[in-house]
C-alpha cells in the first residue's frame, strides 16, 4: 500500500505542474499513478475526481469575469456529458480485464494526442490567434454540430483514460471557432473540463473504481501547489516546459501501448 505522505507529495507535484504550465492533471497524475501499481481503472477514475476539483476555482473565476462561452459550453455538454455517463455504464457492465485493457490502450493513445498538441499548440494558436474578434460573433449550426459531435468524442475517450479534456479541447475549441478570443476559449474549456472530468469521475464512482483514501490523500495539496505553480508560472520559459512535457508525455505512450 502507498502511504499517505507519497500521496500527499504526488497531488502536489501534479498540482503545481498544472499551475506552472496550465497541462492537465489526466496526463501526469493517471500515468504516475499506474507507475505506482494503482490498477488502471482505479487510477483513471480517482484522477477524474481528482482533476474535477482542482480545475473547479479556475472555472468559477472565469465564469465570474464572463469568459465562458455558454452556446459553445452547451453544444459541448449536450455531447460529452451523455457521452460520458453512457461510457461509464458501459464500463460498469464490463469485466475488469477488458476495461482495464480498454483503458490503458485509450490512455497510450490520448497521451500520444496531448504530447503533440504540446507540441503544435503553440503554432496553432499563431495560425488562428490572428483571426480573433470579440466574442459576440454570431455562431453558425454547423459550427456548433461540429462542437457537440467533438463533445461527443471528447466524453468518451476522456472516460476512458481521464486525458484530453483540457490540452486537447484548446486546440479543437481553436481550430472549431478561430474568431473566439482567446481567453474566452481557455474559459469555456475549463469550465466544460471541470463538468465532464465531473460526471466521468462520478460514473467511474458508481463502477467501484474511485478509491477515497486515495482521492483525498491526492487532493489536500494540491491546491496551494496549483496556486504556488500559477504564480511561477510568469517567471518560467513555458515554451520550452511544453515541448519537455509533449515529447514525455509521447513516450510513456509508447510504453504504456505496448509494454
Known amino acids: 500500500m502507498i502511504s499517505v505522505p507519497v500521496l500527499v507529495a504526488t497531488g502536489a507535484l501534479v498540482g503545481f505542474c498544472i499551475g506552472l504550465t496550465g497541462v492537465g492533471g489526466g496526463s501526469l497524475m493517471t500515468p504516475l499513478l499506474l507507475m505506482m501499481g494503482i490498477p488502471a481503472p482505479v487510477a483513471i477514475g480517482t484522477d477524474l475526481l481528482y482533476a474535477s476539483i482542482t480545475k473547479a476555482g479556475s472555472a468559477v473565476v472565469h465564469a465570474r469575469q464572463r469568459h465562458v462561452n455558454l452556446p459553445i459550453l452547451l453544444a459541448l455538454s449536450l455531447g460529452s456529458l451523455p457521452a460520458s455517463w453512457l461510457t461509464s455504464h458501459a464500463l460498469y457492465l464490463s469485466s475488469w480485464h477488458a476495461s482495464s485493457r480498454l483503458m490503458t490502450l485509450t490512455l497510450a493513445f490520448m497521451l500520444g494526442l496531448t504530447g503533440i498538441s504540446l507540441l503544435f499548440k503553440r503554432r ?136
Open 124 to 259: 496553432v494558436m499563431h495560425t488562428l490567434a490572428p483571426q480573433a474578434s470579440a466574442d459576440d460573433h454570431p455562431l453558425k449550426s454547423k459550427d456548433l454540430i461540429l462542437t457537440w459531435i467533438t463533445g461527443i468524442v471528447l466524453g468518451i475517450l476522456v472516460t476512458l483514460s481521464s486525458v484530453g479534456a483540457g490540452a486537447i479541447g484548446v486546440v479543437v475549441l481553436l481550430s472549431l471557432h478561430p474568431r473566439l478570443r482567446m481567453i474566452n476559449v481557455i474559459g469555456t474549456d475549463v469550465t466544460h473540463a471541470v463538468l465532464l472530468t465531473l460526471v466521468a469521475g462520478l460514473g467511474h464512482w458508481q463502477a467501484h473504481h474511485v478509491d477515497m483514501r486515495l482521492l483525498l490523500s491526492l487532493s489536500s495539496a494540491a491546491l496551494p501547489a496549483m496556486l504556488l505553480g500559477v504564480h511561477l508560472s510568469s517567471r518560467t520559459p513555458d515554451h520550452w516546459l511544453r515541448l519537455m512535457l509533449g515529447f514525455m508525455l509521447i513516450t510513456v505512450s509508447g510504453k504504456f501501448a505496448f509494454f
